[in-house]
């Protein structure tokens, strides 16, 4: 089996699990991760995440031209915005999850640092995570307010939508952004139970001992 053909069905494999888990419903969530010759591998538009056929997934060639398989995903400006901007992201998912999108509605949602410092894999696996507004879906404006970042976020949650997360690689990014809803999930278990965070003096050896991007 080639590179490519395993990185397809690695794609399926892993959007089809967080499917089954609830992470993302219907035809909602997409997914792309970089191919060894620079191109793109996308989920296809309307595509269930249980259900996606390795061989037809979309995909482009270096220079960003499509050049096999279905219409990719309608959030291609969130994806590209992300790849543009951070030369170490290798993968990017995007999903409806529950508990993130709940967080996101909360009127006091901290829009430099959306996720409270609750456990250490939260911080280890995505620093600081950038609260976006609302945007109607497929906006480009999405990708442009990615890309007003300048690379400097590995996670952004847009309000009110779904959590968008660039990792090395395929399962790094699925591996952060679970830890992103599973850490939502827990903010909103606790909220208003006055819950132990992480001290700032545990975050930032958290931050020195992982090298965290978090200063930024």
């Avoid at 967080?18 to 296809?44: H, Q, Y």
């Avoid at 309307?46 to 259900?51: D, P």
């Avoid at 990719?72 to 998912?93: C, I, N, Q, W």
């Avoid at 830890?179 to 909220?191: K, N, P, Q, V, Y």
């Amino acid at each position: 089996m080639s590179e490519e053909a395993r990185l397809r069905e690695q794609i399926c494999l892993l959007a089809k699990s967080m499917f089954d888990r609830g992470l993302t419903g219907g035809s909602t969530g997409n997914i792309s991760a970089r191919t060894e010759d620079g191109g793109l591998l996308v989920s296809p538009t309307g595509t269930s995440f249980g259900r996606l056929d390795p061989g037809r997934l979309s995909r482009f060639d270096a220079r960003g031209r499509q050049v096999d398989g279905d219409m990719p995903t309608k959030e291609m400006p969130l994806h590209t915005a992300f790849y543009d901007t951070r030369s170490s992201a290798g993968a990017v998912v995007h999903l409806h999850s529950c508990h993130a999108v709940a967080l996101s509605l909360m009127p006091d949602a901290d829009e430099d640092n959306f996720l409270p410092p609750l456990t250490p894999y939260g911080i280890m696996k995505l620093g600081r995570v950038k609260l976006l507004p609302f945007f109607l879906p497929g906006d480009p404006a999405m990708g442009e307010a990615v890309r007003g970042l300048a690379g400097k976020r590995t996670a952004v949650m847009l309000a009110n939508h779904g959590p968008v997360v660039a990792g090395k690689d395929i399962e790094a990014a699925c591996n952060a952004i679970e830890e992103l809803e599973d850490t939502a999930r827990l903010a909103m278990l606790t909220r208003g139970l006055n819950p132990r965070a992480l001290t700032e003096g545990q975050v930032q050896a958290l931050i020195t001992k992982f090298d965290v991007e978090w200063d930024v």
